[in-house]
């Protein structure tokens, strides 16, 4: 393990968008493109009310670390209200285990990373 490396318990949260690849069809580019936007938003605000550190971002998914279940729970619930709101829905997977942490920060791009 790298000395940067350490371990930890962490909840691990996976959450996107259901039905989005006919959805993004049905939209075309910029009104999509616009409805993700508003989602990330929504997504990230609850994220950070929660306690949420967001690892990573593809498509319309998002891949977030808690250090407690209940707050990840809490945040997906919420979440799953707000989207509502856009016309959306969310499929989501959580997980708590022990994660390798990295520090994998540089000058140029400093962030930490949660590994199962």
Do not use: N, Y
């Not at 949260?13 to 993004?24: M, R, V, W, Y």
């Not at 989501?92 to 930490?112: F, K, L, R, Y």
């Amino acid at each position: 393990m790298p000395a940067q490396a350490r371990r930890r318990l962490a909840t691990m949260l996976f959450l996107d968008i259901g039905g989005s690849t006919e959805l993004a069809s049905e939209l075309g580019d910029r009104r999509w493109r616009e409805l993700l936007t508003r989602f990330r938003r929504a997504v990230r605000a609850r994220l950070k009310r929660h306690g949420g550190r967001e690892q990573d971002t593809v498509g319309d998914g998002f891949f977030a670390a808690f250090a407690h279940s209940a707050e990840a729970i809490r945040a997906t619930v919420a979440i799953a209200g707000d989207v509502t709101e856009l016309g959306l829905a969310v499929r989501s997977g959580i997980h708590t285990g022990e994660c390798q942490v990295i520090d994998a920060s540089s000058a140029a791009s400093p962030s930490t990373s949660a590994r199962g």
